[in-house]
């Protein structure tokens, strides 16, 4: 095969139908629209209207509720640390904080904090101080001697 032998399988690749020329045999005049009417125009068929009905996006019952004000932290278990840790890009013997989290790319951004969870072992004496944590990570990180400290989330920007 060469490559002015190359062609594409019969019919995959239709021409296609122009509409609206003239009033001859196929899709002439009206274009297949009907006649007159709002769907007939262009751009102003209204998705969802059911002619007056009450639409069905809201006679069906709505579930859930989503706090508007709700804080979105970001989380890292206690594993990543440790091996941030193992890896040179934390220092055991000072504070880990939020910063140097994201500085060490443990975390990618604070968001509104941090959360530690408990997965993982701690074998090293760390001090974290982070916006949240779950009691199980406290326990373990002072089982291996360090601390946890959860200080105050960062106060939203007023408007």
Do not use: C, Y
Request: proline residues 4%; without cysteine; positive net charge.
């Amino acid at each position: 095969m060469k490559l002015n032998e190359l062609a594409d399988n019969a019919g995959s690749n239709p021409k296609r139908m122009r509409v609206g020329r003239g009033v001859g045999p196929g899709k002439g005049k009206t274009a297949g629209r009907g006649v007159k009417g709002q769907k007939s125009r262009r751009g102003v068929s209204i998705n969802g209207f059911e002619g007056g009905q009450m639409p069905i996006h809201m006679r069906v019952p709505k579930r859930g509720f989503n706090t508007p004000n709700a804080k979105t932290l970001a989380w890292v278990n206690l594993d990543r640390i440790v091996k941030a840790v193992e890896a040179g890009k934390l220092d055991a013997k000072a504070v880990i904080d939020e910063a140097a989290l994201v500085k060490g790319g443990v975390v990618r951004r604070v968001r509104d904090g941090i959360r530690v969870l408990a997965r993982g072992a701690v074998t090293t004496k760390l001090t974290i101080s982070v916006t949240g944590a779950s009691a199980a990570a406290v326990k373990a990180v002072e089982a291996a001697g360090g601390t946890l400290t959860v200080k105050a989330a960062p106060a939203a920007a007023e408007a």
